[in-house]
């Protein structure tokens, strides 16, 4: 009995201590944290889908409505708020964000509606919402409900059937409401990440084009969406304070980078669809993203690169194959519009031996490695990421800006029109040299954002030998680069002979040509320090020129030397000075094509007087304070498209960049 009673006692007794202890751990939960409260800035990404019900009425054709029709896209955009915790934990906030749909093909049209006299449709620049928001503080996690105003910006465009005219209005702002709920989790003193439901509804709305046809539509959308925001004025924690070497851990780096580019008035006798414009144009591009890096097991990590892109390249970005912006991509944005740029998994493998330190950048997160290792990536990145790398000339968010000059121009790697692709590469790495090869996804077709999904019957073969070497204890590397591209593409030859017989021009008969082709190539590229501030750099690459080009640019051999150089002398270390030029030429066939109308997916004049086309490059880059560089730049084309009664051209510009 005793026995029995002691062991009654000890059991409250031991309850009591876990009411005591869980109380204590519930109330130190639940304290107020004033350092918690403050303003926030953010990113996010998710899938945006719903219902879009519209009418067209077109009084020439027969007027069409529809049940509500489904629509799909992911997306990304950026936050920014203020939220106050208070003694009771209680949360309350204002913010305000902007959601942009994916640059995926046809991702932004909302609906789409077609009578026998023409066809409309309306597109989704960008969704905006101002919001209030509810939530209650419980240890790291804070779940809340949201609600507010909300607009869209939409463009509705209409082409007529019997024409081919089209009729688009500007973007058209409309407003409705937004209702949502999530979860904030902080992950530390200044980061917190988020996961949230948000249903908009954009009511009723009419547009009456010049026709007069009129399109009405509503639409009720639903998002799911991930974010990570930062806030100010918190004390951030040091490397100390950090598990920044182990499972689970993470890094993020940042940038921004706008240029604004122009040329003035040139001389040209003609012109054509792919031609820069003589009169002069000047045009802006932007980019801003996030680089995010997390470890998993030991050797792996997980990176993923969200980007927003906005803007156009002058003449649509065509009219040189050495292209004058880096930056400038082949889908022209007025909007900004979202893209998974990067997604991949690499896993290294360490050999032994060896060590040396990584510092933390883009793509790469800090830390300790090998030297005599192997490592496996699989994923989406840019081919351009591992291969033709050059430390003087590979970045045009940094320093040249011409295609020619940061890239091997002949190589025409495997991309989509935004220069990334799916694939998978394996490298051995020594302490002097190194060995890389990798399998692409190729599009479907020439300047194609569609791959081709036929794996291995068509795709992108790349490999690269690179050796390191130290003339005078200087370091340097010579790499050398082969490729191979098995794609559906039509002959140069081919089109010529055919337009010739029809009468017509070749590129309305270069499609007739297109079957599984195959081009290939290689370029050799040196890259060598001469005294602790100055560093000479060089490419040479050839293709064999019979077959369209893929992906890159319209250049079949190319070759360019130049100068990197750091401005110590002048008490200015982080400034830079580039001096760059290049001569790119193209294949008889080529030419033959061209000169008979033939458009290439960057040049085009409809007419040709053959001449190999120069490119001088010179910049100046500015360090505003760390992180922010200013840069301008000035550039020379010489026979622009290969055209040697056009031009030169004298281009300038303007690059402002931010990075943390």
Known sequence: MK?????????LGGLAAAATAFGALSARAADPEPARSGFYVGGHVGYLFGNAT?????????????????????????????????????????????????????AQVLSYRATAAGTANQQLEYLASLRGRIGYGIGPWTPFVTGGIAWASTRSSRTDLTTGNEDASPGNVRAGYILGAGVDYRLDSNWSARAEYLYTSLPLNGFVFATPARYDSLYDLHRIRLGLNY???????????????????????????????GYPPFNAPYSGANS??????????????????????????????????????????????GYPNGEAQKSNFPYPRYNTSRLFLRQEIGLGGEREKVESDYGQLSGERDVSRVTLQIGKFSVKDAFDGNIYAEDPRMDFLNWSIWASGAFDYPADRLGLTWGFMAELNQANWALRAGYFLVGNEPNANTFDLALFSRGGYVGELELRFRPYDRPGAIRFGTWMNSVFSGSYNEAVALAVANGVTADETIGQTRRGRTKFGFYVNLEQELTDDIGLFSRFSWNNGKSEIVAFTDIDASLSLGLSIKGTRWG?????????????SISGDHSSFL???GLGVLVGDGALSYGSEG????????????GIVATADYQLLVNPAYNAVRGPVHVFSGRLSARF
């Open 54 to 106: 519209a009418t067209f009425a077109d009084p020439i054709g027969v007027e069409t409505s529809g049940g509500a029709s489904p629509y799909g896209t992911f997306f990304g955009g950026v936050q920014a708020g203020y939220e106050h915790y208070f003694p009771s934990h209680w949360m309350l906030g204002l913010e305000v964000d902007m959601s942009f749909p994916s640059a995926e093909d046809l």
């Open 572 to 584: 200015r270390e982080q400034d830079r000075i580039g001096i760059a030029g290049a001569l790119n």
């Open 615 to 626: 490119v001088v490059e010179a910049y100046y880059a500015f360090q505003i304070a760390k």
């Open 276 to 321: 820069l414009p003589p009169e002069g144009q000047s045009r802006e591009t932007w980019t801003t993203s996030a680089f995010l890096g997390l470890r998993l097991w030991r050797g792996a990590e997980l990176y993923y690169n969200p980007e927003l892109l906005q803007g156009f390249g002058v003449a649509n970005t065509t009219g040189a194959g």
């Open 595 to 597: 000169g008979a109308g």
């Open 3 to 11: 026995k029995a009673v002691w062991s009654t006692h000890r059991v």
């Open 231 to 261: 806030k100010f004025g918190t004390k951030e924690e040091t490397k100390a304070e950090r598990p920044d070497r182990g499972f689970g851990s993470w890094e993020i780096h940042g940038q921004t980078t706008f240029i604004f580019q």
